[in-house]
């Protein structure tokens, strides 16, 4: 990584350049004019020192009060730039080198959300088959009134009171099925619309909270990433 020092020309600060970067640092006119737009050259090198490098003959690089022309320094050397001896600002240098590097991936934890997922599976199912048990309950029932009330017709005359009563029994069990197929049939999708809400707020990213509209498994086959973030997925 090369970093040009020099002069910014417009105000006078101390001007880092590398590749399309720039770095603008100090107060204005606070570097001399006798430090030119491209003075010197800064390589950091593989080992954690620096090389300094001058760009010209006619430009006055120091290090530790000697002049150089290339020379490798470390942090506590004091590099001093032009005539009037600027001394280069260290950490002007090392917040540019930082801000070169890109930033590390974003990860996010979503083992959590194979519980979330196995939970909503769950809670899902008992819905489900409950309401299959339900059913096969009022089948029975609902054969049975109506068996309760057909035997008014199909009994002699002769049992005209068991005839009357069965047909009474078989229209109370088959309105009393009636009404709670009708409340169990509002009671289900409530039940699953909040299943389903529960499930947007907790089954997101934990970065960017966007929710994952597919089961933990083929989340975890098909993405090593958040689709909507990128954050790198910790499985």
């Known amino acids: 990584m090369e970093i040009i020092i020099g002069r910014n020309a417009q105000n006078g600060q101390l001007n880092l350049l590398s590749g399309n970067k720039t770095g603008v640092y100090g107060a204005a006119n606070s570097v001399p004019r006798s430090v030119s737009r491209r003075h010197c050259r800064i390589e950091v090198l593989p080992n954690g020192t620096y090389s300094v490098e001058n760009l010209k003959m006619e430009n006055d690089t120091y290090v530790n009060g000697i002049a150089v022309f290339k020379k490798t320094v470390t942090t506590s050397d004091v590099i001093e730039l032009g005539g009037e001896h600027y001394k280069l600002d260290w950490d002007a240098v090392q917040k540019f080198v930082q801000s070169l590097v890109p930033p590390p991936p974003k990860t996010c934890d979503i083992r959590p959300l194979?519980?979330?997922?196995?939970?909503?599976?769950?809670?899902?199912?008992?819905?489900?088959?409950?309401m299959a048990k339900k059913n096969a309950i009022r089948s029975v029932a609902g054969a049975l009134g109506t068996l309760g009330m057909i035997s008014f017709f199909i009994l002699p005359e002769d049992l005209g009171f068991f005839r009357v009563f069965f047909m009474v029994i078989g229209f109370i069990i088959t309105l009393a099925m009636v009404v709670i197929a009708?409340?169990?049939?509002?009671?289900?999708?409530i039940k699953k619309k909040m299943l389903q809400q529960k499930l947007r707020d907790n089954y997101v990213c934990p970065n960017c909270k966007k929710f994952f509209n597919m089961d933990y498994d083929l989340l975890t086959r098909q993405y090593d990433n958040c689709p909507y973030c990128k954050a790198k997925f910790i499985k």
């Open 114 to 130: 194979k519980r979330i997922w196995m939970r909503y599976e769950e809670e899902t199912n008992a819905i489900q088959s409950n």
């Open 182 to 189: 009708l409340n169990d049939s509002k009671k289900a999708p």
